[in-house]
């Protein structure tokens, strides 16, 4: 099977991914400092939310905005839900 090429490298899924992870991680540390969590709980909270779909939805482009202001979107959600 031929893998497609890509004349910048950082637009193939694999570095996609690559970037997403970072960007999921450190919201998950401004989660869990927020809340005074540990940040492997404030992954699975991040993992199960709207935010984090919206997240991954390209149409959104929430994916363009700071990890704070993306944490700070997951924080508004779940409280709301309390």
């Known amino acids: 099977m031929e893998q497609k090429r890509f004349d910048d490298p950082l637009q193939s899924p694999e570095i996609q991914d690559i970037i997403m992870s970072g960007v999921i991680g450190c919201v998950a540390v401004e989660i869990a400092k927020s809340m005074k969590i540990d940040p492997a709980e404030a992954l699975m909270l991040f993992y ?4 984090c779909l919206r997240l991954h939805d390209k149409q959104t482009k929430l994916y ?10 997951f924080l508004e959600e779940y409280r709301s839900k309390k």
């Open 64 to 73: 363009l905005f700071s990890d704070k202001y993306i944490a700070d979107e």
């Open 48 to 51: 199960e939310s709207e935010t």
